[in-house]
């Protein structure tokens, strides 16, 4: 069966440190990868989609990244980290099989402080 | 692109009491369409999920939804509720692109449970 795996579970950062979470996936080939940030009491925000190796589509313009090294794995990050990047950041998986449904991770918490 | 509105931000209800949570979407082709539930600090697990056919589905931990064309509307029910059901509920609906499947949620729905 398949499985995620995302990490760390909670972060503590001060502002303009380095962030990196990271989401691996088991069990499947070829997924496609999603980060969803969820700010406080809001709904979940699409950061990034990945299809395939190396192969990052960007939803919004800040100054987070994604990258994609290896099939099954999906790593956010971030050079210098705002106190607006706060938040609980959820990576996903689905099958790239046409509809499909979207899998979480259990959640990473960032406070940047 | 596809959209998905929850009219309600926040409901209470009585344990025992049956519940409606509202779905609204806009999407130009047949959607798939989804509920997640989200407990406090945790990640979205999937309760049910339409993708064709019979336009009223059934879901985990009792719960069910009806898909309705003609109002664009996915909303989610269930005639019981339980005191493990508060939490928050997440309406998506999923759009294949060139580049994979693309899923848009609502703003969710927080749900309180009375004793």
């Known amino acids: 069966s398949q499985t995620i795996h995302q990490w760390p579970a909670t972060l503590v950062q001060p502002v303009g440190s380095p962030l990196s979470l990271e989401c691996t996936v088991e069990?499947?080939?070829?997924?496609?990868l999603y980060w969803y940030r969820q700010a406080a009491g809001r709904g979940l925000q699409l950061l990034f989609y990945?299809?395939?190796?190396?192969?990052i589509s960007s939803e919004v313009p800040q100054n987070l990244s994604a990258s994609r090294p290896q099939d099954r794995q999906f790593i956010l990050s971030s050079k210098k980290l705002l106190l607006s990047d706060s938040g609980f950041y959820l990576c996903?998986?689905?099958?790239?099989?046409?509809?499909?449904?979207?899998?979480f991770g259990a959640g990473s918490r960032l406070t940047v402080l | 692109a596809q959209s998905v509105t929850q009219p309600d931000i926040h409901i209470t209800v009585s344990e025992g009491a049956s519940l409606e949570l509202r779905c609204n979407y806009s999407?130009?082709?047949?959607?798939?369409l989804f509920w997640y539930v989200q407990s406090p600090g945790q990640g979205l697990q999937l309760l049910l999920k339409?993708?064709?056919?019979?336009?009223l589905v059934q879901g985990i931990k009792g719960f069910e939804a009806e898909f309705k064309r003609s109002q664009s509307s996915f909303n989610l029910r269930k005639p019981s509720v339980h005191w493990s059901d508060a939490a928050e509920y997440f309406c998506?609906?999923?759009?294949?692109?060139?580049?994979?499947?693309?899923?848009?949620f609502g703003p969710g729905t927080r749900l309180s449970v009375l004793p």
């Open positions: 069990g499947t080939s070829n997924p496609n």
């Open positions: 339409y993708f064709s056919g019979d336009t």
């Open positions: 999407y130009g082709a047949t959607p798939y």
């Open positions: 998506a609906v999923g759009a294949v692109d060139n580049y994979g499947q693309n899923f848009v």
């Open positions: 996903a998986w689905s099958d790239y099989s046409g509809a499909n449904v979207l899998t």
């Open positions: 990945s299809v395939g190796i190396g192969q």
